[in-house]
């Protein structure tokens, strides 16, 4: 049954990250990513890892995508948004929400039958935040640190290019 689920969440992923590349407009491009890292998520609570789950929810749908939106608001993209959206692709529209309540209902009603998959846990206990970090800032300390300074020179970006502006 988890495979399953992980089946029904990857392709849901999958679909998304395709939509942010092929759409046009960058609204519902940042609206699919946002759906992408929802379902990374999902997946991430599938393999015992809420912590990771959370992070993600946080970080990349809470703040990344914020981001987006800004720097998507900054930028002269008022042409796109006044094309109406729910013409063309009602069909798909509703597809998508049938899918994800779907979805809902049933990690909803199967999910406390679910046991931790052999593969990830030898001793049976959950990991611990405590090996997480370490894990992190041990192991991946230079991919942290990278992905720290791109996020930091982005938001120096932003501010250069509101300052600018406003000048």
Do not use: N
Request: with cysteine; charged share 10%.
């Amino acid at each position: 049954m988890e495979q399953a689920f992980f089946l029904l969440l990857a392709v849901v992923a999958i679909v998304s990250g395709l939509t942010v590349v092929v759409t046009r407009s960058p609204i519902h491009s940042a609206l699919a990513l946002m759906v992408c890292f929802v379902q990374v998520a999902a997946i991430f609570l599938l393999l015992r890892a809420p912590l990771l789950a959370v992070i993600q929810i946080f970080v990349y749908v809470g703040a990344i995508i914020i981001l987006f939106l800004f720097v998507i608001m900054m930028l002269d993209v008022r042409k796109e948004a006044r094309t109406p959206f729910l013409k063309k692709w009602i069909a798909m529209a509703i597809a998508i929400v049938a899918l994800l309540t779907g979805e809902m209902f049933a990690l909803l009603l199967i999910g406390a039958q679910w046991q931790a998959p052999a593969f990830m846990l030898q001793s049976g206990e959950m990991s611990s935040v405590r090996d997480l970090s370490i894990t992190l800032f041990t192991d991946f300390l230079f991919p942290f640190e990278v992905a720290s300074v791109i996020l930091l020179v982005a938001l120096v970006g932003a501010i250069i290019l509101t300052r600018q502006e406003a000048e």
